[in-house]
């Protein structure tokens, strides 16, 4: 995305700058009346520029909130997912830990007769 924007700006800077040149060197107009057609072309080029900007800006917010949604997502499904392999892990461990207990107490009980 950002080399796309990038990419774009490039572009409209470099046909604003090709547009002017043409235009000074094909115009068989009077030097004043050059400059000021040279300048309200800058002008109107730098509102366009301006307002794809702020278009770039409001795209790029808005895939920033959607992301920051989908990382929250994620992580909650993260959380919950490490809650109940928590819990797995405990209920294994209790089993396991009841097993061991039986069998001590098997072997003692061999020991004790």
Do not use: W, Y
Not at 11 to 33: D, F, H, N, Q
Request: hydrophobic content about 40%.
């Amino acid at each position: 995305m950002a080399n796309n924007v990038g990419s774009g700006i490039i572009a409209v800077l470099a046909g604003a700058a090709i547009g002017a040149a043409a235009g000074i060197l094909l115009a068989p107009e009077k030097g004043s009346k050059m400059r000021r057609r040279i300048k309200d072309g800058v002008s109107r080029q730098s509102d366009d520029l301006c307002g794809k900007i702020d278009d770039i800006k409001k795209q790029l917010k808005g895939v920033a909130k959607d992301k920051k949604g989908d990382l929250e997502d994620i992580f909650n499904q993260f959380v919950d997912n490490a809650g109940d392999k928590t819990e797995d892990v405990i209920s294994k461990l209790e089993k396991k830990l009841e097993e061991l207990k039986s069998k001590a107490n098997r072997e003692v009980a061999k020991i004790q007769k």
